[in-house]
């Protein structure tokens, strides 16, 4: 059994690891609005949007917001984003890639 909760809504594998990495996307953004105890307001001025945008990315409204702009948003409130790659040379072929956000 999947632990994916996305995972009740599609079978597709590409859609299921879109929506799972927009919601961590937007946990991230959530978790750094509530701990500078920002209003709607105050997190649209940092990010560049409008509150209503804002409103609608804390709601969760995956399906209105593109990986792109969820990575951008992260990067004008300060986080950088390491990646890891598997390299050619790795004899398991994992296909996994590693990310990690810090802030």
């Given at each position: 059994?999947?632990?994916?909760?996305f995972?009740i809504?599609?079978?597709?594998?590409v859609?299921?690891e879109?929506?799972?990495?927009?919601?961590n996307?937007?946990?991230?953004?959530?978790?750094?609005v509530?701990?500078?105890?920002?209003?709607?307001?105050?997190?649209?001025?940092?990010?560049?949007i409008?509150?209503?945008?804002v409103?609608n990315?804390?709601?969760?409204?995956?399906?209105?917001?593109s990986?792109d702009?969820?990575?951008?948003?992260?990067?004008?409130?300060g986080?950088?984003?390491d990646?890891a790659?598997?390299?050619?040379?790795?004899?398991d072929?994992s296909?996994?890639?590693?990310?990690?956000i810090?802030?």
């Amino acid at each position: 059994m999947d632990n994916n909760v996305f995972s009740i809504l599609t079978s597709d594998p590409v859609q299921l690891e879109t929506w799972t990495l927009k919601s961590n996307l937007i946990m991230k953004i959530h978790q750094h609005v509530r701990r500078n105890e920002w209003s709607q307001a105050q997190a649209a001025k940092a990010i560049g949007i409008t509150q209503p945008r804002v409103s609608n990315m804390l709601k969760g409204r995956l399906d209105l917001f593109s990986i792109d702009f969820l990575m951008t948003a992260l990067f004008k409130l300060g986080y950088r984003v390491d990646m890891a790659m598997p390299t050619q040379e790795s004899s398991d072929r994992s296909t996994d890639l590693s990310m990690e956000i810090k802030g």
